[in-house]
């Protein structure tokens, strides 16, 4: 798994690549509890998350949680088919806000 981080209007997108699992998931939570330190707006891009296990799925949690305890917001957006399935399996796509692009979660964290 690689995390790339770029910001963009006060949003710090976070690209995640690769596989997020028991074996990436404590490398994405510490990196995640950095950035969470210093931003409050974030869009993740996963449209090169090819796979997320239960781990994944509650580190994904994690941040969300973290982040909207804070007054922040997190936005998924470019989930593949077989992730986005997994979400719907576990519900995970009523706790979380989930666009189909960029622009719409920039549009949706600045509304």
């Known amino acids: 798994m690689e995390l790339n981080t770029n910001l963009e209007n006060d949003v710090l997108i976070i690209e995640i690549i690769g596989h997020l699992d028991t074996v990436t998931a404590p490398v994405y939570e510490k990196k995640m509890l950095e950035l969470m330190a210093d ?59 989930i666009v189909a692009d960029k622009e719409a979660a920039l549009q949706q964290i600045n509304d």
């Open 39 to 97: 931003n409050q707006l974030f869009a993740a891009d996963c449209s090169q998350l090819d796979y997320v296990s239960s781990s994944g799925l509650r580190v994904l949690l994690m941040t969300l949680k973290t982040i909207t305890n804070k007054g922040g917001k997190f936005i998924l957006y470019g989930l593949q088919e077989p992730v986005l399935e997994v979400f719907k399996i576990c519900r995970f796509d009523n706790l979380f806000s």
